[in-house]
């Protein structure tokens, strides 16, 4: 992504290709380490790209600024997405891809704060990071910063009993400066979350719990960056942009399927993925 | 000449010497053991059903809801939930298996654990895979390096780290009969059988694996393997080592403890587990009150660990054969000294 001019404020077609190159090095990472979680990496892409690339204020040469834009990927499990989003943005070398999940790698199988760079929370165990950002978002409140916290959680994940705890804290405190995306992939680890634990009508219950609540197609670039930003504009309450997403986007085979939830792919899997999230390019 | 070894697979003590015993011998995960055993004491029991946090698929735990669809319970991603509901159907009668990650289940549900199950002594199985450092590649996050011994110190506890399949399906036929609450703690890994199918198992009593006077190992879960290996391994240099599998760590067989420390005159435990609070403690509690002889602690110490594969993790930190000789140098070294001392009337 060396050409881009990430200076500028990138177009839509430029953030669809950043999400191509994510798409390639998430596959990448989990092929090389013969683990991970595909799925819910793949179906959050085009909104990291939009956030790392267009939205968030940070500056990657300096991870630690204390006015940069906070970002928690409460599903910690898809950690290859936000890997793949800090490489390509410059946060350390591409070369430490090929190490996820590996011995004394900086990339832990679950994002760890004090080894990656660009890194804002600890994450992995489900429901934590949506109240870390509950955190987070007061903390910037308290000392009078104008930092936007954004944190991405998954539809299974919203299972969570701390999810709604977080969500009734968010919302009497009105943090306006907090945005949570669900990435609404319809599937959790062992199944369809309709088979496994139905969330009702999603949208409704973030509104009973005082928030604005905004549904978008999370793989229309367009729509990604325009819920973004008008959600950094809303003032007096939290916002929660629900994205309607593809488990496994971008790979026909991985597509809507369970299993691809936490398994790599072989050899020839990762070739024809590889190719298909190229030919999107297109 | 006899052989010292009891209760062994014979391709096991064969390959014991062997310098790649870990690769060289049959393994399997034991939460695998564990839902394939749930199939077999389901069959028997009436009452027992099964308890899922949308991990059924981790402990193949998924086989026994497509077998009994009706007995099976998928909570979502509600480990607190869950566990507390497994508190209201054992009040009813029935025995719930609460199965999961036991991240989750021993710190997440950690509340529920303690209130809702042990405080009124209900008949909860938990059933926690991923237990200590036996998932790798996943990181600290999914490592419970501490689930034994939070769960150890709840009143009226019971707390099984079975070593191997066999063991592990001994156990849940022993859990399902038992009565009260028991937590049971299954490796995400493979670990290598060791035990021949007609073993007695009994919840509380620890099997002497190797005969030998010169120190005892006490080991649990995967580092019953390592233990195995070492006391080879020293055998070698000469040193007799006595191997105890403590497969259940609470309630501890305080008298297979003070017949080593009587007979051997210094002990190493071993456990996949930090530390603080979890084998090594129990045995040393009871020592310091009885019979404080030299002991040495293999577990994690005070640090968390790292994503890796599963071997090179629990190498990384101590936990694997070569260090476990290390400590019997040394508690062997501090046993020979303390007898000097005593000889020359000093202590
Ligand atoms: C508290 C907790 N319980 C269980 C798990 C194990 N786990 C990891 S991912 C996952 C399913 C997540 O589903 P979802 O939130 O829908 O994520 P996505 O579909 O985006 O991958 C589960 C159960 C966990 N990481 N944390
Ligand atoms: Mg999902």
């Given at each position: 992504?060396?050409?881009?001019?990430?200076?500028?404020?990138?177009?839509?077609?430029?953030?669809?290709?950043?999400?191509?190159?994510?798409?390639?090095?998430?596959?990448?990472?989990?092929?090389?380490?013969?683990?991970?979680?595909?799925?819910?990496?793949?179906?959050?892409?085009?909104?990291?790209?939009?956030?790392?690339?267009?939205?968030?204020?940070?500056?990657?040469?300096?991870?630690?600024?204390?006015?940069?834009?906070?970002?928690?990927?409460?599903?910690?499990?898809?950690?290859?997405?936000?890997?793949?989003?800090?490489?390509?943005?410059?946060?350390?070398?591409?070369?430490?891809?090929?190490?996820?999940?590996?011995?004394?790698?900086?990339?832990?199988?679950?994002?760890?704060?004090?080894?990656?760079?660009?890194?804002?929370?600890?994450?992995?165990?489900?429901?934590?990071?949506?109240?870390?950002?509950?955190?987070?978002?007061?903390?910037?409140?308290?000392?009078?910063?104008?930092?936007?916290?954004?944190?991405?959680?998954?539809?299974?994940?919203?299972?969570?009993?701390?999810?709604?705890?977080?969500?009734?804290?968010?919302?009497?405190?009105?943090?306006?400066?907090?945005?949570?995306?669900?990435?609404?992939?319809?599937?959790?680890?062992?199944?369809?979350?309709?088979?496994?634990?139905?969330?009702?009508?999603?949208?409704?219950?973030?509104?009973?719990?005082?928030?604005?609540?905004?549904?978008?197609?999370?793989?229309?670039?367009?729509?990604?960056?325009?819920?973004?930003?008008?959600?950094?504009?809303?003032?007096?309450?939290?916002?929660?942009?629900?994205?309607?997403?593809?488990?496994?986007?971008?790979?026909?085979?991985?597509?809507?399927?369970?299993?691809?939830?936490?398994?790599?792919?072989?050899?020839?899997?990762?070739?024809?993925?590889?190719?298909?999230?190229?030919?999107?390019?297109? | 000449?006899?052989?010292?070894?009891h209760f062994l697979l014979?391709?096991?003590?064969?390959?014991?010497?062997?310098?790649?015993?870990?690769?060289?011998?049959?393994?399997h995960?034991t939460?695998?053991s564990y839902s394939e055993s749930l199939m077999e004491v389901?069959?028997i029991?009436?009452?027992?059903?099964?308890?899922?946090?949308?991990?059924?698929?981790?402990?193949?735990?998924?086989?026994?809801?497509?077998?009994?669809?009706?007995?099976?319970?998928?909570?979502?991603?509600?480990?607190?939930?869950?566990?507390?509901?497994?508190?209201?159907?054992?009040?009813?009668?029935?025995?719930?298996?609460?199965?999961?990650?036991?991240?989750?289940?021993?710190?997440?549900?950690?509340?529920?654990?303690?209130?809702?199950?042990?405080?009124?002594?209900?008949?909860?199985k938990?059933a926690?895979?991923?237990?200590?450092?036996?998932?790798?590649?996943?990181?600290?996050?999914?490592?419970?390096?501490?689930?034994?011994?939070?769960?150890?110190?709840?009143?009226?506890?019971c707390?099984i780290a079975p070593a191997d399949h066999v063991t592990t399906k001994m156990a849940v036929h022993a859990m399902t009969e038992y009565?009260?609450?028991v937590?049971l703690s299954l490796?995400?890994?493979?670990v290598?059988f060791l035990y021949t199918p007609d073993y007695p198992f009994e919840i509380g009593r620890m099997v002497?694996l190797?005969?030998?006077?010169?120190?005892?190992?006490?080991?649990n879960r995967?580092?019953v393997?390592?233990?195995?290996?070492?006391?080879?391994?020293?055998?070698?240099?000469?040193?007799?080592?006595?191997?105890?599998d403590c497969h259940t760590?609470?309630?501890?067989?305080?008298?297979?403890?003070?017949?080593?420390?009587?007979?051997?005159?210094?002990?190493?435990?071993?456990?996949?587990?930090?530390?603080?609070?979890?084998?090594?403690?129990?045995?040393?509690?009871?020592?310091?009150?009885?019979?404080?002889?030299?002991?040495?602690?293999?577990?994690?110490?005070?640090?968390?660990?790292?994503?890796?594969?599963?071997?090179?993790?629990?190498?990384?930190?101590?936990?694997?054969?070569?260090?476990?000789?290390?400590?019997?140098?040394?508690?062997?070294?501090?046993?020979?000294?303390?007898?000097?001392?005593?000889?020359?009337?000093?202590?």
């Amino acid at each position: 992504m060396n050409d881009l001019d990430v200076s500028k404020t990138l177009s839509v077609s430029e953030l669809k290709r950043v999400a191509v190159q994510m798409r390639k090095d998430i596959l990448y990472m989990i092929y090389e380490a013969q683990a991970g979680h595909p799925g819910g990496s793949l179906s959050a892409a085009d909104i990291l790209a939009a956030l790392y690339f267009r939205v968030m204020r940070i500056d990657p040469a300096n991870p630690q600024w204390e006015d940069r834009d906070r970002f928690i990927l409460s599903k910690g499990h898809a950690c290859p997405v936000w890997y793949a989003a800090l490489a390509n943005r410059g946060y350390y070398d591409r070369a430490h891809l090929s190490t996820l999940r590996k011995l004394n790698s900086i990339l832990q199988g679950h994002a760890d704060m004090k080894k990656t760079p660009g890194v804002d929370m600890t994450v992995g165990s489900l429901g934590q990071g949506i109240c870390a950002g509950v955190g987070m978002a007061l903390g910037a409140r308290f000392q009078k910063k104008d930092f936007h916290v954004w944190v991405v959680i998954g539809d299974g994940e919203m299972q969570e009993g701390s999810v709604w705890e977080a969500a009734m804290s968010a919302a009497k405190w009105k943090l306006d400066n907090m945005t949570v995306i669900l990435d609404l992939n319809r599937i959790q680890n062992d199944d369809f979350v309709e088979n496994t634990m139905p969330l009702g009508q999603v949208q409704e219950k973030w509104q009973a719990f005082g928030w604005n609540a905004i549904r978008i197609n999370g793989h229309n670039m367009q729509a990604v960056v325009d819920a973004l930003e008008e959600a950094a504009t809303i003032k007096g309450f939290p916002t929660i942009i629900i994205a309607d997403t593809v488990k496994g986007k971008g790979v026909s085979f991985m597509e809507n399927v369970p299993a691809w939830h936490g398994s790599a792919p072989n050899a020839e899997q990762y070739e024809q993925a590889i190719r298909e999230v190229t030919g999107a390019a297109a | 000449m006899k052989s010292r070894y009891h209760f062994l697979l014979p391709e096991v003590e064969a390959a014991l010497a062997s310098p790649n015993f870990f690769t060289a011998v049959k393994k399997h995960a034991t939460r695998y053991s564990y839902s394939e055993s749930l199939m077999e004491v389901a069959e028997i029991n009436p009452k027992v059903v099964v308890l899922d946090v949308d991990v059924g698929k981790s402990l193949k735990t998924n086989e026994f809801a497509k077998k009994y669809p009706h007995r099976s319970f998928n909570f979502g991603i509600a480990e607190q939930n869950m566990m507390a509901s497994a508190a209201g159907m054992a009040t009813t009668g029935l025995i719930p298996f609460a199965s999961g990650y036991a991240m989750f289940l021993s710190m997440r549900a950690l509340d529920q654990v303690r209130n809702s199950v042990h405080y009124p002594h209900l008949n909860v199985k938990i059933a926690a895979s991923h237990s200590g450092i036996t998932p790798g590649p996943d990181g600290v996050t999914h490592q419970a390096q501490e689930d034994l011994s939070i769960i150890r110190t709840i009143a009226g506890s019971c707390v099984i780290a079975p070593a191997d399949h066999v063991t592990t399906k001994m156990a849940v036929h022993a859990m399902t009969e038992y009565d009260g609450p028991v937590y049971l703690s299954l490796t995400r890994d493979p670990v290598p059988f060791l035990y021949t199918p007609d073993y007695p198992f009994e919840i509380g009593r620890m099997v002497t694996l190797r005969e030998g006077n010169d120190l005892t190992i006490i080991a649990n879960r995967d580092l019953v393997a390592h233990a195995l290996v070492a006391a080879a391994q020293l055998s070698g240099q000469g040193i007799e080592v006595r191997v105890l599998d403590c497969h259940t760590i609470k309630p501890l067989d305080e008298e297979a403890v003070l017949k080593a420390a009587r007979e051997t005159g210094c002990i190493v435990t071993a456990e996949n587990n930090v530390i603080f609070g979890g084998l090594g403690s129990a045995v040393a509690e009871l020592l310091v009150e009885n019979d404080p002889i030299p002991m040495q602690r293999i577990g994690v110490r005070d640090t968390f660990a790292e994503s890796g594969p599963y071997y090179e993790v629990i190498d990384k930190y101590g936990l694997t054969y070569p260090h476990i000789i290390q400590a019997a140098q040394k508690v062997l070294d501090r046993k020979y000294a303390f007898k000097n001392q005593m000889a020359k009337g000093e202590v």
